[in-house]
């Protein structure tokens, strides 16, 4: 049974970085891709970009690009989202999510996060 | 970002049958499947189809997906209280070097 769980709500000042966890226990953590989605107020999902841990593979959506940067700690099955230049735009709940399949991240997220709030105020 | 396009809202009575619309173009759902997530206000979306009509182990059968050129519809028949919820759904863009199109989402009101 897989179980993706993210580190606590976090509270930022516009300018500042926030840094996400999101701990996977189950089978294959290294060879699944992992997306990052984020819900902002209105509802949407937007995904921000993926990683496949195993491959040292990232691909970043333009929106992001040059602002977020994911890694993996394959020796605690963590994945982590950095994301800088924070503004209150970036006020939302971010979610990570694994791939359906394994090696990719273009077929659907069949496992979630359980959701991280980031809030940004001054 | 790459969008897909879904109604606003959506209802049905107890054991009725309603379906959501998502419209896409030739760079997402024209070419690439879709999946549809249910989203219980508070929780975590949950994967409902994949590959546009297949179900994951555990989903009910009455839930059921189409997809048509650059559409997709989720259908959902005897509809149930516990079935309101917000139903979204997303596509692979092949556009822009690849980017995951995602709809507005659902809201769907079991009266």
């Known amino acids: 049974q897989v179980h993706l769980v993210q580190s606590g709500a976090e509270v930022k000042k516009p300018g500042s970085s926030v840094r996400v966890s999101c701990k996977s226990s189950?089978?294959?953590?290294?060879?699944?891709?992992i997306s990052w989605v984020r819900q902002g107020p209105g509802q949407r999902l937007t995904w921000m970009g993926a990683i496949i841990p195993f491959f040292r593979t990232t691909r970043y959506a333009q929106n992001f690009q040059g602002r977020v940067t994911f890694t993996a700690d394959e020796s605690t099955s963590t994945v982590y989202m950095d994301l800088a230049s924070l503004t209150s735009d970036d006020t939302a709940v971010y979610y990570c999510a694994r791939d359906l399949l394994a090696q990719t991240y273009v077929t659907g997220w069949s496992h979630w996060g359980q959701g991280t709030l980031v809030a940004v105020s001054s | 970002q790459s969008v897909l396009t879904q109604p606003p809202s959506a209802s049905g009575t107890p054991g009725q049958r309603v379906t959501i619309s998502c419209s896409g173009s030739s760079s997402n759902i024209g070419i690439n499947a879709v999946t549809w997530y249910q989203q219980v206000p508070g929780t975590a979306p949950k994967l409902l189809i994949y590959g546009s009509k297949q179900r994951p182990s555990g989903v009910p059968d009455r839930f059921s997906g189409s997809k048509s050129g650059t559409s997709a519809s989720l259908a959902i028949s005897g509809l149930q209280s516990e079935d309101e919820a917000f139903y979204f759904c997303a596509a692979w863009d092949n556009s822009l070097k690849g980017n995951w199109a995602i709809g507005g989402g659902t809201f769907l009101t079991v009266l």
């Open positions: 189950g089978d294959s953590f290294q060879k699944y891709g």
